[in-house]
């Protein structure tokens, strides 16, 4: 009988040590994990600078809290803002907690204008402001009633919220590829067109970049496969490879709105996972996005020979990676490569995401491949 509360479903499965792309059982058992920790370990797991970054601050110091100067957050902040072009960063430990804090800044920012425009299908995160902002009602079964003050439009759709914009408006918040709701690519015009809108009607634009940001798609940020600077950026998951931090990255207008007393987490740029996070961003050089590109290139390729009738579309940027079923298999999928040792994840039913690590191999690819069109021809 587990004393854990039941919000989790669990695979009968447990690890206990990690090493670069493999993951091993508590028997030994060697398992490929394509999945990452849901977009996490981006440099794989036990990678040796940043195992070493972080174990040099924990012999050093664990805690002081946000009271005192912490030069360490100084260096990552003006590595996320040289590497966005935006102006400062607030540390958090989580994306979620990203979002809340890009809420009350823009709500701060706007003065009167309290409402933020969001996208169905959207995932932000699971505390009240978060999940008031995701689209996806089901999430919201038992916690009503929801924090007001958010529209819902269709994602990938100008003309929708062009309707929505009134003088309540402040802000639209969107993934700029939607990851929980499926590896959703908007066109290539949204993102500049939804950004002149935004500069037209005096809107902030906030893209969360929690799960496609930190090099996942081959950019730092994903929003830079387009030529537009947002106004906030939410970035958590992949910012320290796996220990909890999130970050919210503001413009300077925003920034000028937040005072000392406005917002603030005893934990939020913890020292160690802010160690991990400054290797993390030195490793993330143009060489190794490219390479992350190009990796996601030959995994969607490799796929596609396969040429499988229950494939029915693979999508994606570098190594965040959706494959479409014709059936509501993908569940099912992901159950049988977990007991073919590899680790997957799914979005709903028709979705299987692939979200493995920079320093996969192309042996490590064929090898997928050749599990997963067996795993295919069974189900
Ligand atoms: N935003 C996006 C786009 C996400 O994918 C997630 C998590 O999957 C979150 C926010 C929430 O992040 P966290 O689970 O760290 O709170």
């Known amino acids: ?113 309290k409402t933020i425009i969001v996208a169905n299908g959207s995932f932000h995160g699971r505390t009240m402001g978060s ?57 290539d015009e949204y993102l500049p067109e939804l950004k002149q809108l935004c500069n037209e009607k005096n809107i902030l634009l906030i893209l969360d970049e929690v799960q496609a940001g930190m090099g996942r798609t081959g950019k730092f940020f994903a929003y830079q496969w387009s030529n537009i600077l947002p106004d906030i950026i939410t970035s958590a998951k992949g910012l320290a490879n796996g220990l909890p931090l999130g970050a919210t990255i503001c413009g300077k207008s925003v920034a000028n709105t937040i005072f000392p007393g406005d917002h603030g987490s005893t934990f939020g740029g913890n020292p160690v996972a802010v160690a991990a996070a400054n290797k993390v961003v030195d490793l993330l050089t143009e060489k190794q996005l490219l390479e992350n590109y190009n990796n996601g290139e030959t995994l969607k390729k490799e796929i596609l020979s396969l040429k499988n009738p229950l494939i029915k579309t693979i999508r994606g940027k570098g190594l965040m990676i959706g494959i479409e079923f014709t059936k509501p298999v993908a569940k099912v999928i992901a159950k049988e490569l977990l007991k073919n040792k590899i680790l997957v994840g799914n979005s709903g039913d028709t979705v299987l995401r692939l979200l493995p690590p920079f320093i996969i191999t192309k042996d490590d690819i064929q090898k997928f491949a050749k599990i997963f069109i067996s795993v295919l021809s069974k189900v």
């Not at 792309?21 to 060697?30: A, F, P, Q, R, S």
């Not at 089901?138 to 003050?149: A, D, E, I, S």
Request: aromatic share 10%; net charge neutral.
């Open 131 to 187: 999940l008031s902002a995701t689209g996806q009602k089901k999430l919201w079964n038992g916690f009503t009633p929801m924090l007001q003050g958010f529209k819902f439009v269709d994602f990938n759709n100008i003309d929708q919220i062009k309707e929505q914009i009134d003088k309540t408006v402040c802000a639209v918040m969107i993934e700029p590829i939607q990851g929980e709701n499926g590896i959703i690519i908007p066109d």
């Open 1 to 113: 009988m587990s004393a854990l509360l039941k919000n989790y479903s669990r695979y009968p499965v447990e690890f206990v040590e990690g090493k670069g792309i493999n993951l091993y059982d508590v028997n030994g058992t060697k398992y490929l994990d394509f999945l990452s920790g849901i977009a996490v370990t981006g440099f794989g797991h036990r990678h040796k600078e940043i195992t070493e970054a972080a174990n040099n601050q924990l012999n050093k110091l664990w805690h002081v809290s946000n009271l005192f100067e912490a030069t360490q957050q100084e260096n990552l902040a003006a590595k996320l803002t040289k590497k966005s072009g935006l102006h400062s960063v607030f540390f958090c430990n989580s994306g979620t907690e990203a979002n809340e804090a890009a809420i009350k800044f823009a709500r701060k920012w706007g003065g009167d204008r």
